[in-house]
């Protein structure tokens, strides 16, 4: 069967992805450093950085759009003896209050928007962290090869959405440099650049 979106590859394929992003491990030392308690993992799919950061002893929570990534993240928690306050949402309108978490985390989530979906999601991040409270995220880069694939259809300036196959119909703004570090302007930006680990994509850590 044709896997097209996030929902079916969790419910078709678990686990999409296995391994944690190794900088999430880094985040977690640093966050137990400064008193971190409370973290959010934004689009936490089938729960890789749940079980790592819960396991680790953070209070974690988790939100996605996707029923099957939740369901497999509390499945995979559970085998391992841990648990996490499990969402389905919108990552546009978070359900907490402000200053609720010490920490979000969001690996490959934030640049499924249009632009505005984008600065609308940072605004909830913003919200929902406390004061000085770290924002560790991983986002693709924009690159311009995309302009020139026909699969791809360019609705506003760097925002495209897929025609055909995975994730058609989803719109991804991927930033440059610069409009990543314009648009992270209510936060202070510690570190921004190439993700090592994944060099088609942007890795920043940011402070409330
Ligand atoms: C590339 S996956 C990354 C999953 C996870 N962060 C990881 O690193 O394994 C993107 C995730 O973003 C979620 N997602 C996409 N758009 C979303 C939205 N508008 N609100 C909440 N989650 C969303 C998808 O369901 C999917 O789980």
Redesign the pocket.
């Known amino acids: 069967m044709e896997i097209l979106?996030?929902?079916s590859a969790?419910r078709l394929r678990p686990y999409?992805?296995n391994q944690?992003?190794p900088e999430v491990g880094l985040m977690g030392s640093l966050f137990a450093k400064h008193g971190v308690q409370r973290v959010l993992?934004?689009?936490?799919?089938?729960?890789?950085?749940l079980v790592l950061l819960a396991a680790r002893g953070f209070q974690v929570f988790g939100?996605?759009?996707?029923f099957w990534?939740l369901r497999r993240s509390a499945e995979w928690l559970q085998r391992e003896g841990l648990s996490a306050g499990l969402v389905q949402?919108?990552?546009?309108c978070l359900p907490w209050p402000p200053g609720f978490f010490d920490a979000v985390?969001?690996?490959?989530?934030i640049n499924?928007?249009r632009l505005s979906?984008m600065i609308r999601?940072l605004e909830e991040v913003h919200r929902v962290l406390r004061e000085a409270g770290y924002f560790y995220g991983?986002l693709a880069r924009f690159n311009p090869a995309v302009l020139e694939d026909p699969r791809h259809e360019v609705i506003e300036p760097r925002t495209f959405v897929r025609l055909e196959g995975f994730e058609k119909g989803?719109p991804h703004h991927n930033p440059t440099e610069v409009e990543l570090d314009t648009l992270l302007s209510s936060f202070d930006v510690l570190t921004l650049g190439e993700d090592t680990f994944e060099p088609s994509y942007f890795s920043f850590l940011a402070q409330k």
């Open positions: 979106d996030w929902d969790y999409v992805e944690p992003h993992d934004l689009g936490c799919g089938d729960g890789r950085h939100l996605d759009r996707s990534g949402g919108e990552m546009t985390i969001s690996i490959q989530v499924h928007n979906g999601t991983t989803i």
